[in-house]
């Protein structure tokens, strides 16, 4: 290891074999600009990535050629899990050499990095503490589901669990700064895995009854008014029970909600510990997921109590304010409408986990064109590195034209779509016309979701890439296709270069009306004729946010 000095005062250690792939830069960091993307060391940065099944990283013979493939397959950044129980096995002695490895194999591959804090919680239970934590039940207390009995997970009420928790991340992203605090390899950080308690709605031991039982915090209370336009509908609801300057209980406040939102206010609390503790050594964006409510388990303690569900985002934020957005876990197929959930309140939209089926390349499409999304990762990517996937293609596609797609994000002028319902249809408002989005029914039966990316050139001009879809115009969404083509050409990027590739008419256009996607992706610049519908007003381009 060997220290450089890359500005008056920032020095920035970096392991000596290394081939340098990402530019060394004093100025490394890496922001969030809501509505507009991440940017890493100034330039804008969509993630095109995918995440480790839970045990893989620390396998350093199936790391080896892990890398590599990674790369080969178009990813740009790798979701991986840091281990409470690996960094210190034994208490206050630290192991950083995992991670540190890690790092310098991402940089020499020119792949980034989101680290996985697993520490007091991963999918609800404890698995990842360390083994002194997991022994002492007195000093590390666990959550109850009833009174008397434990679960498997660490009380998010003992001060001793969240010190130590906080002490070693913070002990981590030290570490993470000195060695990349120049490159920003490591671009985010996840705090904990998908936290709740399950199995109850609330904990019943008696550190958390006394709680349950004390008034509401007042700075609950305060953000709850302050935001009162904004709220989820079944938080707002208890917003009028509030009095001000008397002192109320969680129950008199959120009825039959109070379970639930006593938790997230609790699991909130000590994330926002664990996370500004880890912000002060290294300032890099740090998110929570969550486990979703799912069909038939969609009562809290059914999925983990307390987690950064939709309902009760609001209570995260007033508890969090160092947890820069929150994120969903998403394996439902409805995977448009929670995306929508979670952009609200200009929250940067990021799912690290999803299924990597076929569906993938849809998924990834809807999002690398969703104005207000960062970045796309599915679960388990080491299963797919070796084989001739679809979403390859999709993320080398994407890739290809990411400067016009951060262009198009910059400017407002871009929306995508995708069809969580089999024939559905869309309809999509794009100033004073309207696209109508059916299925393209694929010849080998296979299920691809409809999705794609329209970005308004002006002049009536829209560039259209997407997948297994037809597309249509009209004039207004009353009216089915009226709308003709002046051209279709057919178009691709090679280094951020467009290129057309020729023009399309006849049967692919179905004669001058039809822009038409197989399953590979393809982009299609169109020309609409305003004339064709004779009543159409002329009024200026307005694009939907
Ligand atoms: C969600 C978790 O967050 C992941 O770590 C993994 O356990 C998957 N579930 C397994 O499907």
Request: glycine fraction near 6%.
């Amino acid at each position: 290891m060997k220290s450089i000095d890359i500005g008056d005062k920032i020095r920035c250690s970096y392991i000596e074999s290394l081939q340098m792939n990402h530019a060394l830069s004093r100025e490394a960091r890496v922001d969030l600009h809501p509505g507009e993307g991440m940017k890493v060391n100034g330039e804008s940065f969509f993630v095109l990535g995918g995440e480790l099944r839970n045990s893989t990283a620390g396998f350093a013979e199936k790391m080896q050629s892990l890398w590599r493939n990674a790369a080969d397959f178009g990813l740009n950044t790798i979701i991986l899990p840091v281990c409470w129980e690996d960094i210190e096995p034994e208490e206050g002695k630290y192991d950083f050499s995992l991670i540190t490895s890690h790092i310098e194999s991402a940089r020499k591959h020119g792949l980034r990095l989101i680290v996985l804090w697993f520490a007091s919680w991963k999918n609800a239970t404890s698995s990842y503490a360390p083994e002194w934590v997991k022994r002492d039940l007195v000093r590390f207390p666990r959550l109850q589901i009833k009174q008397g009995v434990s679960a498997n997970a660490v009380s998010c009420f003992s001060k001793n669990a969240l010190d130590a928790d906080s002490r070693a991340f913070a002990a981590l992203m030290k570490r993470i700064s000195e060695i990349d605090s120049c490159a920003r390899t490591v671009i985010m950080a996840q705090v904990e895995n998908e936290v709740g308690i399950l199995g109850a709605r609330r904990d019943y031991s008696p550190l958390a009854d006394a709680q349950f039982n004390s008034p509401v915090p007042d700075a609950l209370l305060r953000h709850l008014q302050e935001h009162e336009e904004t709220l989820h509908p079944q938080i707002a609801r208890s917003v009028s029970r509030i009095v001000n300057g008397r002192e109320l209980a969680w129950k008199d406040i959120f009825a039959e909600d109070a379970d639930e939102i006593f938790m997230a206010w609790h699991f909130a609390s000590y994330l926002e510990k664990v996370a500004s503790a880890g912000k002060k050594e290294n300032n890099i964006p740090i998110y929570a997921n969550a486990w979703l409510p799912n069909p038939g388990r969609d009562k809290a303690g059914q999925y983990p109590s307390g987690g950064p569900v939709p309902k009760v985002l609001d209570v995260w934020r007033a508890a969090a304010p160092s947890i820069d957005f929150y994120s969903p876990d998403i394996y439902r197929k409805d995977f448009r409408t929670v995306c929508e959930e979670y952009a609200s309140n200009a929250n940067p939209l990021f799912v690290p986990e999803a299924k990597w089926d076929n569906g993938a390349s849809s998924t990834a499409l809807y999002l690398a064109g969703h104005q207000q999304s960062i970045g796309f990762s599915p679960f388990a990517i080491d299963d797919i590195l070796h084989t001739e996937h679809p979403l390859s293609t999709v993320y080398k596609f994407l890739a290809a034209m990411d400067k016009k797609l951060a262009d198009a994000k910059r400017k407002g002028e871009i929306c995508s779509f995708y069809q969580q319902d089999e024939d559905e249809k869309l309809v999509l408002k794009l100033g004073d016309f309207s696209a109508i989005v059916r299925t393209k029914k694929i010849q080998d039966g296979g299920s691809i979701p409809s999705a794609g990316i329209i970005i308004a050139e002006g002049n009536c001009e829209f560039t259209v890439a997407a997948i297994n879809a037809t597309i249509e115009f009209s004039s207004s969404p009353g009216f089915e296709s009226n709308i003709e083509f002046i051209s279709a050409d057919e178009l691709s990027f090679e280094d951020g270069e467009e290129k057309i590739l020729g023009r399309l008419n006849g049967d692919e256009t179905y004669h001058g009306k039809t822009l038409i996607f197989d399953s590979k992706p393809r982009i299609i610049r169109v020309k609409l004729n305003e004339n064709s519908f004779p009543l159409m007003h002329q009024s200026g381009w307005e694009f939907p946010g």
